[in-house]
């Protein structure tokens, strides 16, 4: 049982990128056939995410939560619940949840997802704020720095401050070696934008 159990595992992490619906299934009989082990109800939880299946990927995580006494995925979890439109239930589970002692990674993550619930409040200059921190520096090149700096861009021109959020989408192009983000697109938009209002500004200011 352990072997078959594994086996579809196996398959879940192999499809979760090309056929998350493929990989959804195979972890689901994996769950149906050990739903007391906690990493299968874990690798349930991951492909539902990635499959968008949110209710699904909360149910799970949420599980293997009470089963193993960790925080390890509570920014998935919370990115979880503002998906399902509940930013403010993802807010109290970042303020819930002991920081010190998660990796430094999912600080970061948490980070990222509570300033996205931020933002869906409306609360856009709190969002931008919120991931103003020690890691936010550009010649940073942590694994998660692409990621925050993007984060910290998209709540920047989210706020209104484009010149800003060009900056920092070229600082997350600039750290984002496996070109995982869209950020230098990003930054091309932006600035296309603000040549585009300049010229209509200018041309304006002619007609008059």
């Known amino acids: 049982m352990a072997e078959t159990v594994g086996k579809h595992l196996v398959a879940a992490g192999g499809l979760i990128d090309s056929d998350p619906e493929a990989a959804l299934e195979h972890a689901k009989y994996a769950k149906a056939k050990a739903s007391r082990v906690p990493i299968v109800r874990e690798a349930l939880g991951l492909v539902a995410y990635h499959a968008g299946n949110w209710s699904e990927a909360l149910s799970e ?3 293997v939560r009470r089963m193993t006494r960790s925080d390890d995925h509570i920014a998935i979890i919370a990115d979880a619940e503002r998906a399902l ?10 303020k819930e949840a002991d920081t010190a002692k998660l990796a430094k990674a999912v600080q970061v993550e948490l980070a990222i997802v509570a300033a996205g619930a931020r933002r869906d409040l409306g609360q856009l200059d709190a969002a931008v704020v919120s991931l ?10 942590d694994p ?32 984002d070696a496996e070109d995982e983000t869209d950020a230098a697109e ?5 600035s296309n934008e603000n040549a585009e209002a300049a010229e209509a500004k200018d041309t304006e200011a002619t007609d008059e």
């Open 61 to 63: 995580l949420r599980a």
């Open 85 to 94: 439109g509940r930013p403010e239930r993802a807010l109290d589970l970042a």
């Open 186 to 190: 990003r930054a091309a938009d932006l």
């Open 132 to 141: 103003q921190s020690d890691d936010l520096k550009a010649e940073k090149r």
């Open 144 to 175: 998660w720095s692409a990621r925050l700096f993007y984060a910290y861009a998209d709540n920047l021109a989210a706020a209104g401050r484009k010149d800003e959020a060009i900056r920092w989408f070229l600082n997350a192009a600039e750290a």
